[in-house]
Structure formats: C-alpha cells, structure tokens
C-alpha cells in the first residue's frame, strides 16, 4: 500500500503512477491511495486504505486499532476511523466514520498507520463488542495499567461508548469486589441455592461467599486481577492457607459472572455436591 505522496516522495511522478495504475501493475483504491497488485489483498491493506483516504490526520479507532495493535483476533469488516471535526473527508463503504479531536497522547505510528494509542483503543474496542470485557481483562493481564486506561477514558468523556466503558474500568477497579459479589449473590439466589454465607470467615480470614457444610469457598475478582506481583503472592498465601484448612477454594472473576453465569453456577453445584 503506498499514497502518491509517498510514490513522489520514492521518486515516482504522478504519470508514472497513471501508468503503473493503467497498466493493472498497481490498483487504485481511493484517491490518492493505491495497492500494488502482485500480492494478495490482506485486511491490513483494507485497513490502510480506509485511513489513508481520510487524509492525514485521519486514525484508525474502535476494533480496527484493536486488531492492528494485536488486542482482538479478527479484524472487523467495517473499519472505524476517527478524524478531526474539522477535517474534510467522506468514508467510502465498509468505513465508519467518527469525528473528534483526540489529544496527542492518544495517538501513535505503528507500522506506519496512524492509529489510537494502546489504552484509548483498549477502552474503545471493549464496548464495540458483546464480550468486549474479555478485551479489558486480558490487556490489564499483559499490557496496560488501570490508571492509564482511566486517563484515557477521561480525556475523552462524552465519546461513543463511554458509558459502558466507564462500566467495565469501575469493574476493573478496586472496589470491583462489592459489585461482583452482589452479581454473585443474586446468580445464587435465581438459581435457587441455599446453604451459602456472604462474608464467611475461615482461618482469619473473610471468604466472599461460603458453604460451611460443604467447606467449599469462593472469591470474586475485579477485571484485570493480579495484575500486580504483590497482589498476586498475598493471595495465593491467603488462598493455601484456606486449603491447608481443608477447603476448596472457587475463583470466578467479574468476566465469569457476567459473561458465562450459567458455567459458574454448574460448577458451583457441583463443588457443594461432593
């Protein structure tokens, strides 16, 4: 994929670029944006196109930055690019078009495509899809910070999406654990399980919720949980303890409960059965 700016800048003149195009050496894919055609045609060049001929303060947004920054498989057929407000363009199809202003911070180069930088995109990309919290939680295991991902998402409160986003950042926090136990509680409650104490205390600690006959705990995570080293050798401290005392520990996390409740609740029938 090249643009004539950069076919003048190789060296090439605008005829030489007609012939190129007239020949069927290379194809033209929108103004001023072409693809040399000896290759296939990958979802990496359909990306370009659609960003490239928004000229060039256009960015790519939403899934299309996901799947270009490796945070999400697939790409996604509509490609979604955000451009200045006042910026000039029209998107062609298969292009969705979002105008506004983005910060500095919130923009990078990465192979040469302009593209939402990794925590805007991480917040953006998560509300684009039904299961979009599996986005978050993966890219809080491996890539960003809770902090980063919440400047992000308040350097661009009001933008599509944002509520929900603002949703899943509150279930990454910590406070996560509140909100997460009263989806667990209710899932017991629907399901018609008794038996259970919230707030059980086993070997000084407190287990999120407890079958004292079956000896079976169980701890809900936030998004994102363990993220840090300390955190993460408290808990399996906590957690062997809890074990040694002849329990068996389940960990559903915020993604489990509301994402696969019905798998949470079989296992949990399960657990208390034996």
């Not at 979009?132 to 295991?141: C, E, N, P, T, V």
């Not at 997460?180 to 919720?209: F, H, Q, S």
């Not at 389940?250 to 296992?267: E, K, M």
Request: aromatic share 8%; with cysteine; net charge positive.
């Amino acid at each position: 994929m090249l643009t004539l700016d950069q076919a003048r800048a190789a060296g090439l003149t605008k005829d030489a670029v007609t012939r190129r195009v007239r020949s069927g050496q290379w194809r033209r894919c929108a103004r001023g944006v072409y693809f040399v055609d000896d290759r296939p045609f990958t979802d990496a060049a359909r990306i370009r196109v659609a960003v490239w001929s928004l000229g060039p303060h256009a960015v790519a947004s939403g899934l299309a930055a996901g799947w270009w920054h490796g945070i999400t498989q697939f790409a996604p057929q509509t490609v979604e690019v955000t451009m200045p407000r006042n910026a000039s363009g029209r998107a062609q199809k298969g292009v969705r078009l979002r105008r506004r202003d983005l910060a500095p911070q919130d923009i990078v180069e990465q192979g040469g495509l302009r593209v939402t930088a990794l925590p805007l995109t991480v917040i953006e990309a998560a509300t684009r899809i039904r299961d979009g919290a599996k986005i978050m939680d993966r890219a809080l295991q491996r890539d960003v910070e809770l902090p980063e991902l919440w400047r992000a998402h308040m350097r661009n409160k009001g933008r599509y999406g944002s509520p929900a986003a603002r949703v899943l950042l509150q279930a990454a926090s910590d406070g996560a654990r509140s909100p997460a136990e009263r989806i667990l509680i209710r899932l017991l409650r629907e399901a018609g399980i008794v038996g259970w104490e919230a707030n059980y205390p086993v070997g000084g600690y407190k287990v999120d919720v407890a079958f004292p006959r079956a000896k079976v705990a169980i701890e809900v995570d936030g998004l994102g949980f363990h993220s840090g080293s300390d955190e993460f050798h408290q808990d399996r401290v906590r957690q062997n303890n809890i074990i040694l005392l002849r329990w068996q520990v389940l960990r559903f996390t915020w993604l489990d409960l509301t994402a696969y409740p019905d798998r949470v609740i079989a296992i949990i029938r399960a657990a208390i059965r034996v």
